[in-house]
């Protein structure tokens, strides 16, 4: 069983950054591939980015490619998503997610984090 709680959501405006940390219970998080999705009002949660166990390979959504990159600490039961050149587009409620069945663009992940609200001002 593994818990998520996120953090690092806030009020930015349009060009600005933020951090968000994604931090784990559970002594199996670092065999587990990770993700990243969000969900704008009345719209579909989506994809934004996912790293492998071993933080060796990730995945980004291309609308976020170039400006946000993801990164894990195992050792701290965290991952990362730097978010910078943020856009209005960006604002949403973000998720970390775990342990992924199947693709791991897809949102079939068996754990998730309540998320973290990213509003970006224009």
Known sequence: ??????????????????????????????SYDMGWFRQAPGKKREFVAAITWSGGNTYYAN?????????????????YLQMNSLKPEDTAVY??????????????YNYWGRGTQVTVSS
């Open 1 to 30: 069983q593994v818990q998520l709680v996120e953090s690092g959501g806030g009020l930015v405006q349009t060009g600005g950054s933020l951090k968000l940390s994604c931090a784990a219970s559970g002594r199996t998080f670092f």
């Open 63 to 79: 609308s976020v490619k170039g400006r946000f990159t993801i990164s894990r600490d195992n050792a701290k039961y965290t991952v």
């Open 95 to 108: 998720y970390c997610a775990a342990d992924p069945r199947g693709t791991v663009y897809g949102d079939k």
